[in-house]
């Protein structure tokens, strides 16, 4: 009988294989692992005992693991590909859990299993038909314009893999503030008379300043009351893989009350973000209460980060319990404190919308741009919109407002 310390290979194949289909599962899981990393790891398994489950574990943790948060998907990989003996595993099935140990699975568990079945699938059919290959672009073209409401569970994972591959470049701002540039077109008369003392005070060479250009921050406020959950999900994954892109974003959660989850939404695994997410919000899929939350947002947060040009993305479908004056106001101070207010409406999917909901009435004065945002194709817009270098506010507009 295998003890805790030992372990059972996979059957159906030698130990170069099993390695091999193991760093595949990996790869797909999202752990960058190249062809060097395998040949390595082969090496290691003639210098340890790979009955051992203790010392395979390690061996292989410290060839494919470079950042701290991958271990938890090395781990739960681990355990799902290199199973214990089958008789354990059985043992363990027949007893059941008491309710609280029956803990919820860890965020990354689902993206491991998903890539397990994708390996599975590469290995079990090595040969593709061109029909196939055809028949999956053209799939892929009908995902970019289906509503991410009428999607199926696997339709959602293809999705948000592709919203994380989303990369979005750096629309600079130029600000107030000057560094050393060779091309600049201001005088360093600092440096050039520090530079002058080295040869007598005679000046032989000109240093020159040049302005410093910074990514335009982000602000987004998501709306997740019970009327946007089909779209929650996906939103935060775009908020995550934008987040990784540029630093400069701040992400608040609204419903009934107002709360900041930027920090949660850094980590660089996605299924730990999001999970972070949820465990921090009280109000997940309840009320909308649009002009409270935008007040506790302009008085606690505005000043902190509105500064330096900031663009504010409003995700939200604009269904407020509580439409009035305050609505209006608080719409209009975030307006007057941000560069650019961008509105993205899921409602906008349909051909024949018209505001007709107070909520919507009031906001719609208010902002820049009025987007929709229901597909992946919308969000792909998106991203051109927020690349663009933003121009400044026309007077007219702030007048107006």
């Known amino acids: 009988m295998i003890g805790d310390n030992d372990i059972a290979a ?4 030698l130990i170069a294989d099993n390695v091999i289909g193991f ?3 990996l790869r797909v899981a999202g752990l960058p692992i190249g062809p060097g990393a395998v040949i390595d790891a082969l090496k290691a398994m003639r210098l ?9 574990f ?7 693991v470079k950042r701290r948060e991958h271990a938890l998907v090395f781990a739960q990989a681990f355990d799902l590909f290199f199973r214990r003996a089958e008789g354990i595993e059985h043992m363990l099935d027949s007893v059941p859990l008491p309710p609280e140990a029956q803990k919820p699975p860890p965020p990354a568990s689902r993206r491991v299993q998903e890539a397990f079945a994708q390996s599975r699938d590469i290995v079990d059919t090595p040969q593709i038909e061109e029909k196939n290959v055809q028949l999956s672009v053209s799939d892929r073209e009908v995902l970019q314009r289906k509503d991410f409401a009428q999607m199926s569970s696997a339709e959602i994972a293809e999705v948000a893999r592709a919203i994380a591959r989303m990369k979005l470049p750096q629309a600079e701002l130029r600000t107030r503030r000057f560094a050393p540039d060779a091309r600049g077109a201001r ?5 050039t008379l520090r530079g002058s003392l080295r040869t007598g005070g005679e000046i032989v060479k000109f240093h020159r300043l040049g302005r410093i250009d910074k990514p335009a921050p982000i602000v987004a406020l998501l709306d997740i009351s019970g009327s946007m959950t089909d779209y929650t ?6 908020l995550h893989a934008i987040t990784d892109a540029r630093k400069r974003v701040s992400v608040f959660l609204f419903g009934t009350r107002l709360t900041n989850v930027t920090r949660a939404l850094r980590a660089r695994d996605p299924d730990e973000a999001l999970a972070a997410c949820s465990s921090s919000v009280a109000d997940w899929a309840g009320g909308t209460r649009i002009a409270t939350s935008l007040h506790h947002f302009n008085n606690l947060w505005g ?3 509105l500064g330096q040009g900031a663009i504010v993305l409003l ?3 604009g269904l407020e319990r509580e439409a009035d004056s305050r609505l209006e106001f608080e719409m209009d101070r975030l307006h007057r404190s941000c560069r650019r207010l961008i509105w993205l409406n899921p409602l906008l999917r349909f051909d024949g919308f018209e505001p007709k909901a107070q909520g919507i009435k009031m906001m719609l004065p208010h902002v820049d741009e009025f987007r929709p945002v229901h597909n992946l194709e919308s969000m792909e817009g998106l991203v051109a919109a927020l690349s663009s270098d933003p121009l400044p506010r026309r007077f007219e507009t702030r007048s107006a407002a």
């Not at 340890?48 to 395979?56: E, K, P, T, V, W």
């Not at 999900?233 to 775009?238: D, M, S, T, V, W």
């Open 10 to 13: 996979p059957t159906g194949g």
């Open 23 to 25: 760093a595949r599962a």
């Open 48 to 56: 340890i005992d790979i009955g051992n489950r203790a010392d395979l």
């Open 58 to 64: 390690t061996t292989l943790e410290a060839i494919f």
């Open 187 to 191: 005088l360093d008369l600092r440096r």
């Open 233 to 238: 999900r996906l939103f935060l994954q775009f």
């Open 303 to 305: 000043r902190r980060v």
């Open 315 to 317: 995700i939200s479908d």
